[in-house]
């Protein structure tokens, strides 16, 4: 008899232990939500200063869009995992790449072109 009720009690435990926090993960790359001062070194034009903004879309993909004195550029085929972006962008045609690592609150990268590469360094506006 004492089994019969053992049973239903480890099932009614169970089921609470089941519902214990909600919480949804927080991913750690989140923290790198925002907007970015960089600056592309060397370039034709010279020293090209530029806002990198990260944002999360309603799905929870990260997108992003560089601005510059050039415009403003989508960043296409966006990945941001444990601190390392990359991406491209079209620039009249031209295919870029778009690549670095965030250290806490800077950011080491570059932008690669069709025939050279440009150091893209920056620090996390304001």
Known sequence: MKTKHIIPLFLLIGLV????????TINPDDKLIGDWSLVAEATPQGDVPITMTI????AGNFIGALTSMMGDYTMSNLVL???KLSCAFD???ILFE???VFIEDEFKGQTIGPAESYVTNGKRKG
Do not use: W, Y
């Open 55 to 58: 944002a999360k879309d309603e």
């Open 91 to 93: 620039v009249q045609g």
């Open 17 to 24: 232990l089941s519902c214990g926090s909600t919480k949804s």
């Open 81 to 83: 995992e444990h601190g």
């Open 98 to 100: 778009f690549q670095g």
